[in-house]
């Protein structure tokens, strides 16, 4: 531990509470293992908790998330800490990668979908985007960096 004061290290040992430890792990599980990311620390983009948060831009639907496994439709975690890729191959640089629809901007409303494909108007301009594998691409500009 840290000394908020001083800054010095010191060790500390606490007497080990087994339900909150159990607590702890579910809640951890619940989030690791959930097909949906979770739930915003708040909805008003102007809380004190969400703007200092470095993820502000995508949570509250003005960004994109960089692609990555876990943004991707096709993958799911398993309980040895692997992921598991519907398409064979998982990698950071899949061209296969298809964005969770949750995760994308409030403005983005689904219209299509199938397997390997979601379509989304753009309720602010009025295009249509397809994702089909090509998210690096088309979303480039939007990502959160």
């Excluded at 690791?32 to 908790?49: G, I, M, T």
Aim: net charge negative; glycine share 6%; proline share 6%.
């Amino acid at each position: 531990a840290v000394n908020k004061n001083t800054d010095e290290i010191y060790g500390e040992r606490i007497k080990l509470d087994k339900a909150e430890a159990k607590l702890l792990v579910s809640k951890a599980e619940s989030i690791v293992f959930s097909a949906l990311p979770p739930a915003k620390l708040h909805e008003d983009p102007s809380n004190w908790q969400c703007k200092f948060c470095p993820y502000w831009a995508v949570c509250h639907g003005c960004k994109i998330p960089e692609v990555s496994c876990r943004t991707c439709s096709h993958v799911t975690p398993e309980k040895d800490g692997t992921w598991s890729c519907a398409k064979g191959k998982p990698a950071v640089t899949c061209a296969e990668h298809l964005y969770i629809p949750q995760i994308m901007p409030k403005d983005f409303e689904v219209v299509d979908a199938g397997d390997d494909f979601v379509e989304y108007e753009d309720q602010d301009t009025g295009e249509v985007i397809r994702n089909k594998g090509n998210s690096r691409e088309i979303f480039a500009g939007r990502m959160q960096t």
